[in-house]
């Protein structure tokens, strides 16, 4: 019985990895939380790159902490880049009208200093319009 017990459990083991998850094909499909794809705009009702951000990904109009363990203050706001260049507050995502963009992409303040220099401790919403092209 004892020379049975390893081979029983190799069996259950192998078994049990060729058990299948199930579900649809589509089920398992994720989102980039950092993306807005034109696909996700297309459901929009007409209006500003804010009311889309706002909408559809609220967690990026929020401050990314304090600046510094020293200050009091609330933080940082992401900045907004069009066509990779910087455009200015957060606020000016209202000056942009929807039926323009193509995406809209979260850059966290790792990747943002890494690609456009210091400076953006918030991360940055880079929106890109249909009629501009797509930088790699």
Partial sequence: MRALLP?????SVFLGSC???GGSPRSDV????????QEDLSGQPAGTAYDAVQRLRPTWLRSRGTLSMGT????????VFVADRDFGALRSLRDIQLDSVSEIEFMSAR???TRYGTGYAGGIIHVRLKTSPRCP
């Avoid at 081979?7 to 069996?11: D, G, N, Q, T, V």
């Fill in 7 to 11: 081979i029983i459990l190799l069996a």
């Fill in 72 to 79: 009091t203050g609330t933080g940082s706001l992401p900045r």
């Fill in 19 to 21: 058990a299948s998850g």
């Fill in 30 to 37: 994720r989102r980039d939380p950092n993306l807005i794809t």
């Fill in 111 to 113: 990747d943002a200093t």
